[in-house]
């Protein structure tokens, strides 16, 4: 695991549903944290991101069932399965202090009623119950300081904070207990652009501080991802398809669906001006029924036969790896942008 | 900031709003929201209005939507005041300033299908079942869905972006002159976004209906607006053709905004820098 911080492998959950049949909104994926950089994870809403982030922060809760996958982190491995009696149990002592989560609008969660000093005991006591009040205090004011943030908030109610100041009191708390990886679920989505700009900055202090040795970053937002990671993974129906060094994946798309999502993003550049992009045609499929073969296959605007009839396995080059059958064909071969344009 | 765009063609302007000012009372004293702003809304124009978090681009299109009184200042429909405009006048204003809001999730009744709900919008016009009908499939295509898919789900059946096109097809059943889009595509994924922008740019280019875009995105403003105005702190500091606005701006708070915006691949330059 050298250079590793985290490995996940076949993670597969499912959500239960009325008619006895499983959904399964992550099918067997399987990930790695390489250690002291920030992994994005990047899909349209609804193809199972956000569900992989919970399943990985061993917070999944019912209809929704983790029924295969470990991780290995660190020194440890971590089974995550919910399915065994008393698993919830065992994972209580990892949340927080191994993986920490931060869900999607963690910010509109904190308690209108009680200051954040608080919230930052609370947050302390719940994973060590003799923490006082001091030392829980003093390492939020060391931590305040140390990302160069005013100490004050300490003393504010969270309706006397901005929306970006709210955000970034949330991810600092949520790193308090120092896990060794960060999972952030959007934490951007609702923010003004300088704001935005602020959380991103901070997030790149943290894990320069080593303040936590990873980050899983979930958006949809890929300019912002560009940002923000060292590598990204694409996913699309519950599936990976693309996982790559960021700058690899933004310049050579190898699969179509990564190079439709980023023929999709508008910069204000003088090219957006003139282009007239077509989106990805039709809808996600069903996670209950997906497509045979490749799931991309009813959408891509190269589907061949072999894609409706069998799954594409990873094909490696460098560190960059895809699914996809137009890419075996066409090794080394950036998708063609043109094709997402009019 | 009181002068005017002059670009003025020869009919004027559909919609304006003429030194449209509001104050929020708050303990011990007041907040304006909206200061002094002027603005005309071109016909088969988009009008894309920038700004960040409370820079009042929704209190402004709250105002003229005449879901809020202005302080002062008057809102102007093709050459007529409507500022203090009631009753039957009042609807017929509302039937033609249409909106579309930022959140798909929570402006549908969930327990209404989507033709429910559409139809309840025309209870008023007394239209015949076939003419309503035939109304519904047209608007829908406007939007790229089928009658046949839509009608019958519930918003819990639709995904954002196809709800959000429903909520823009409910808004062209009325054949509205002006749409106004707060936000409208901020909840959608990038890929779903395009789409709706795509709409938008139809129905401009199409039907000549002309969108009021408010957005906190550039980037967006840049692919479907033909002017652009950006507010901060209720003032507008700059406005102008998109172009100018954009690739040339004048104003700090315009280029911070612009510099601000993560874009997809200057922003992994600046990262191997730093």
């Known amino acids: ?342 | 900031m009181s002068e005017q765009l002059d670009t003025t063609p020869t009919t004027g302007p559909v919609l304006s709003a003429v030194n449209v000012t509001k104050q929020f009372r708050v303990a011990g004293g007041h907040i304006t929201a909206v200061d002094d702003v002027s603005v005309d809304f071109h016909a088969g124009k988009v009008l894309a209005v920038v700004g960040e978090s409370g820079s009042g681009k929704s209190t402004l299109a709250r105002m003229l939507l005449r879901l809020m009184p202005v302080t002062s200042g008057q809102i102007m429909y093709q050459g007529k005041d409507v500022t203090h405009i009631k009753g039957g006048e009042l609807r017929k204003y509302w039937t033609d300033v249409q909106a579309v809001f930022q959140d798909p999730f929570s402006s549908f009744n969930q327990f209404f299908s989507v033709g429910h709900t559409l139809r309840r919008g025309m209870g008023r016009q007394h239209l015949s079942e076939e003419n309503l009908d035939q109304l519904i499939e047209t608007c829908l295509g406007y939007v790229g869905l089928k009658p046949a898919d839509a009608v019958h789900k519930y918003p819990h059946q639709l995904s954002g972006g196809q709800r959000q096109r429903v909520m823009i097809a409910r808004a062209l059943m009325m054949n509205p002159k002006v749409l106004l889009a707060d936000e409208a595509t901020s909840m959608l994924d990038a890929s779903l976004r395009v789409s709706a922008l795509n709409v938008l740019q139809d129905l401009r280019d199409n039907l000549g209906l002309t969108v009021l875009f408010i957005t906190h995105d550039i980037g967006q403003a840049c692919y479907l607006a033909d002017e652009v105005v950006v507010m901060e702190h209720g003032l507008i500091v700059e406005r102008g053709t998109t172009d100018a606005v954009i690739f040339d701006p004048k104003n700090d708070y315009t280029k911070r905004l612009l510099a601000d915006v993560p874009d997809l691949k200057g922003s992994l330059k600046v990262r191997k820098d730093g």
């Open chain 1, 1 to 342: 695991m050298s250079g590793v911080l985290m490995r996940a492998t076949n993670v597969t959950a499912v959500y239960a549903a009325d008619s006895g049949k499983d959904v399964p909104a992550v099918d067997n994926v399987t990930l790695e944290v390489p250690d002291g950089q920030i992994l994005g994870l990047a899909g349209e809403s609804g193809c199972g991101k956000s569900t992989l982030g919970n399943a990985l922060a061993m917070i999944a809760n019912p209809p929704l069932y983790v029924v295969a996958g470990k991780m290995e982190i660190g020194e440890e491995t971590i089974d995550l399965s919910t399915l065994a009696k008393g698993a919830n149990e065992v994972h209580r002592g990892y949340r927080g202090a191994t993986v920490s989560l931060l869900p999607q609008g963690a910010m509109n969660a904190v308690s209108p009623t009680l200051r954040i000093r608080n919230l930052v005991v609370d947050v302390m006591r719940a994973h060590k119950r003799d923490t006082t009040k001091e030392e829980a205090l003093d390492r939020a004011t060391d931590r305040l300081k140390m990302l160069e943030m005013p100490t004050r908030v300490l003393d504010q109610y969270a309706h006397q904070l901005s929306g970006g100041m709210k955000q970034r009191m949330v991810t600092v708390v949520s790193t308090l207990l120092n896990p060794q990886l960060l999972i952030a679920d959007e934490p951007t989505s609702a923010l003004d652009v300088s704001s935005q700009k602020a959380l991103i900055e901070m997030l790149l202090a943290m894990v320069e501080k080593k303040i936590m040795r990873g980050v899983i970053f979930i958006t949809h937002d890929l300019p912002v991802l560009s940002m923000v990671t060292d590598r990204l993974a694409i996913m699309y129906a519950g599936k990976i398809v693309e996982n790559g060094p960021t700058e690899e994946l933004v310049n050579n798309a190898r699969h179509p669906y990564t190079s439709a999502l980023l023929s999709s993003v508008l910069d204000p550049t003088e090219e957006t001006r003139t282009k007239h992009v077509l989106g990805i045609p039709g809808s996600p499929p069903n996670l209950g029924n997906p497509p045979s073969g490749c799931r991309f296959h009813p959408r891509c605007k190269f589907a061949m036969d072999e894609c409706s009839a069998t799954e594409p396995s990873f094909l490696y080059e460098r560190d960059h790896a895809v699914a996809c059958w137009w890419a075996n064909k066409h090794a080394f071969e950036t998708v063609p942008m043109e094709v997402n344009q009019a």
